[in-house]
């Protein structure tokens, strides 16, 4: 059996062996290295976050910050770790290779770097903050979290939605919370046989004393339109905090309110209705194309000069004849 083989494998398990030996104290130096990093990153990371925490407006700023310097840390630990273990290594080799291969990487990850760009002019310019309550197409609730990547709000029945940053940046988001207050409205429809101002003064009574209604700016109470059934008109408040519970309690309280006044008083609340008008074609004027055709074909002789409804019955029957007459059914 030839040994040669064997023994040159053994020999490059040997070798292998001794520069591992040989690289041991250096691994062991480039991972306690890295590990002093890693700490010192979070460190670092949290310094950022508490320094910009004290200031609302650079709050959501801070936590990109963090994110951003903990991973730069991280990085050139990477980088001194590496060059303890392969002393032949250099930054500027792995630069290059990045430089090669960035276009390839831009055009891999587009979407995510326009994300990123997103969300660090979200942060710049804070549109919204974390805990706004905000609007964006279909969805609707409280910002959670502002990361590089993309938004997530918490909706109000407790689901949570993410949205990419550039969907955000590039599109109109309704912000509910951006004041300290928010106005609230609601159309209420009363009959047309009722007094308008006198109704108005109900309204105002009704809501005047509501606990969650700002006593300024006052409510007030508007005509807005006038509809087939009713008089609508709108009842508008003011609330603080502008938030989704305190717009749901108000309105409730109002509405209960209104209605129990209005209905007390005696106002009219009615439910839509439809007005149908039948024609029994029995006046002087049927036949008349000039005056009244309603019922009847347009270029139609054969219509009764009298209005009487027997005279339309006759009429009728003789076509039947004649149609019988001639073997058709």
């Known amino acids: 059996m030839n040994s040669e083989p064997v ?3 053994w020999g490059k398990i040997q070798a292998m062996t001794n520069s591992l030996i040989t690289l041991l104290p250096n691994i062991v130096l480039a991972l306690i290295v890295f590990a002093i990093f890693w700490f010192a990153a979070r460190a670092f990371k949290s310094v950022v976050k508490r ?5 609302r407006q650079a709050r959501n700023l801070g936590l990109v910050l963090g994110r951003l310097s903990q ?11 590496l060059s303890i273990v392969i002393p032949s290594f250099k930054a500027g080799d792995l630069v290059q290779l990045l430089g090669i291969s960035g276009v390839a990487i831009g055009f891999a990850f587009r ?26 197409k279909n969805f609707e609730g409280t910002v959670e979290e502002i990361q590089t990547r993309a938004t997530t709000i918490r909706t109000y029945d407790g689901r949570r939605v993410v949205i990419p940053n550039s969907e955000l ?25 009722d007094d308008i101002e006198r109704v108005k003064q109900l309204i105002m009574e009704a809501i005047a004393n509501l606990e969650g209604i700002l006593k300024e700016p006052a409510p007030d109470v508007l005509v807005m339109e006038l509809a087939g059934s009713t008089v609508n008109i709108r009842v508008r408040w003011w609330i603080d905090p502008p938030r989704r519970a305190e717009a749901l309690d108000t309105r409730d309280k109002v509405l209960t309110a209104i209605k129990n006044k209005l209905t007390t008083n005696g106002i009219d609340l009615p439910f839509p209705t439809q007005q149908i008008l039948f024609h029994d074609q029995t006046e002087e004027t049927d036949g008349d194309r000039s005056r009244q055709r309603e019922g009847w074909p347009a270029g139609n002789k054969d219509v009764p000069n009298s209005g009487s409804i027997s005279g339309s019955l006759r009429n009728l029957a003789q076509m039947r004849t004649q149609k019988d007459g001639n073997g058709n059914d």
């Open 169 to 193: 940046f590039t599109n109109s988001v309704m912000v509910n919370t951006s004041w300290e207050n928010r106005r609230v409205q609601y159309d209420v429809g009363i009959g047309y046989g």
């Open 51 to 55: 320094l910009t925490s004290r200031h």
């Open 71 to 81: 991973s730069v840390v991280i990085l050139i630990g990477l980088f001194v770790a």
């Open 7 to 9: 023994s040159t494998a």
């Open 111 to 136: 979407d995510i770097l326009q994300n990123f760009l997103a969300g660090i002019l979200i942060l710049l310019t804070e549109p919204f903050q974390i805990n706004d309550q905000i609007v964006f």
